[in-house]
């Protein structure tokens, strides 16, 4: 159920306008930095809660991470670019320090009925089920961000990788995860899954965007890498995002390349 109550300690606790980062939030890179997740999920956040619409559904989520976010304080303002009859465009920006660390656009379209007719479309996810699966061995030490239970061909795999991802946290402190939220949290999944290999991750996105022709209608997300390919240090990288009842959409990311520094 997609409201469950989450045990994880939450990502944030907010204050105000301003939202201050647990431990959980560090990340891979630099641990006085935040992971990139937590910087889309918050700005998904606060585009719904300000923006979000039951007439309209969130079909696009493009966000650009330009900075190393500190691991301090931060808050999200946001706009809109556009209010139609049919389209909402919101932009959004990530603000730490008085600087601007990352930024987002998400398109919004009116619901409406399909049109009439057949159109093709790639073949049914058939996949064993997150329950059908062993869970992974517990980790030691630091919390996890996120629970999985692979497919087949795991992180780090040089063969095409597919596995289930859960959050087990609220984003923010007493607030449950709306279906949006819950995918664009995830979305930087794609990243390590999509662009780590027999040397492990040596890259890091630049970028996420993120498109929902359907948002996810329980817990458990599906990632399978549809694309990677890089060249003079830059990766593009691709996977299709399925729940238990199918697909429900993408997600890319374009990333350099960044020997990552054990500690």
């Given at each position: 159920?997609?409201?469950?109550?989450?045990?994880?300690?939450?990502?944030?606790?907010?204050?105000?306008?301003?939202?201050?980062?647990?431990?959980?939030?560090?990340?891979?890179?630099?641990?006085?930095?935040?992971?990139?997740?937590?910087?889309?999920?918050?700005?998904?956040?606060?585009?719904?809660?300000?923006?979000?619409?039951?007439?309209?559904?969130?079909?696009?989520?493009?966000?650009?991470?330009?900075?190393?976010?500190?691991?301090?304080?931060?808050?999200?303002?946001?706009?809109?670019?556009?209010?139609?009859?049919?389209?909402?465009?919101?932009?959004?920006?990530?603000?730490?320090?008085?600087?601007?660390?990352?930024?987002?656009?998400?398109?919004?379209?009116?619901?409406?009925?399909?049109?009439?007719?057949?159109?093709?479309?790639?073949?049914?996810?058939?996949?064993?089920?997150?329950?059908?699966?062993?869970?992974?061995?517990?980790?030691g030490g630091r919390e996890p961000m996120w629970e999985t239970r692979v497919i087949d061909h795991g992180f780090g795999s040089t063969e095409r990788k597919r596995a289930w991802l859960r959050e087990n946290r609220q984003l923010v402190e007493g607030e449950e995860l709306t279906p949006f939220v819950r995918a664009a949290f995830a979305s930087d999944f794609t990243n390590p899954f999509a662009n780590s290999g027999s040397a492990g991750l040596q890259?890091?996105?630049?970028?996420?965007?993120?498109?929902?022709?359907?948002?996810?209608?329980?817990?458990?997300?599906?990632?399978?890498?549809?694309?990677?390919?890089?060249?003079?240090?830059?990766?593009?990288?691709?996977?299709?995002?399925?729940?238990?009842?199918?697909?429900?959409?993408?997600?890319?990311?374009?990333?350099?390349?960044?020997?990552?520094?054990?500690?």
């Amino acid at each position: 159920m997609i409201g469950a109550t989450m045990p994880g300690t939450p990502f944030f606790s907010r204050e105000g306008e301003s939202y201050t980062p647990n431990d959980v939030c560090r990340g891979p890179w630099d641990p006085n930095s935040l992971h990139g997740r937590v910087v889309a999920g918050l700005l998904a956040h606060e585009i719904e809660a300000r923006w979000g619409d039951n007439a309209f559904r969130p079909a696009r989520l493009t966000v650009d991470l330009y900075r190393m976010p500190p691991f301090a304080p931060a808050e999200v303002r946001t706009s809109v670019a556009r209010d139609g009859n049919r389209i909402r465009v919101v932009d959004a920006a990530f603000i730490s320090g008085g600087a601007s660390i990352a930024r987002a656009s998400a398109v919004f379209l009116k619901r409406a009925e399909n049109p009439e007719g057949t159109v093709w479309s790639p073949p049914s996810w058939q996949v064993p089920g997150p329950l059908e699966l062993a869970p992974p061995d517990a980790p030691g030490g630091r919390e996890p961000m996120w629970e999985t239970r692979v497919i087949d061909h795991g992180f780090g795999s040089t063969e095409r990788k597919r596995a289930w991802l859960r959050e087990n946290r609220q984003l923010v402190e007493g607030e449950e995860l709306t279906p949006f939220v819950r995918a664009a949290f995830a979305s930087d999944f794609t990243n390590p899954f999509a662009n780590s290999g027999s040397a492990g991750l040596q890259f890091v996105n630049a970028d996420i965007t993120l498109y929902l022709h359907r948002l996810p209608a329980a817990e458990w997300l599906g990632f399978e890498v549809a694309s990677h390919h890089a060249d003079e240090g830059i990766a593009v990288a691709e996977c299709a995002i399925y729940d238990e009842r199918g697909a429900i959409g993408r997600s890319l990311v374009c990333a350099l390349a960044n020997r990552r520094t054990l500690r």
